[in-house]
């Protein structure tokens, strides 16, 4: 599994159980699709997910990055 879909993963979970616990309190029908806004109990399992979401980023960025430059590199040597 790749870094992304671990942390879609984790955003799943996160949004099924939150979803779950608002259907739970009464404060979310059943069929709603999402809830309205991030209310502050709610934020320790967001706070969970966002090292892994900057991580995916830094390495999404970094293999950009690298990709990009070697790609600079072969067209140099080609056009030079």
Request: glycine share 12%.
């Amino acid at each position: 599994m790749s870094h992304a879909g671990f942390v879609m993963l984790l955003q799943f979970l996160y949004q099924k159980g939150l979803m779950y616990r608002l259907v739970a309190m009464g404060q979310a029908h059943p069929m709603e699709v999402t809830g309205e806004g991030v209310r502050g109990r709610t934020y320790r399992g967001l706070f969970f997910l966002i090292p892994f979401l900057v991580v995916v980023y830094v390495s999404y960025q970094s293999t950009g990055k690298k990709e990009l430059y070697s790609l600079g590199i072969m067209l140099a040597h080609l056009y030079l």
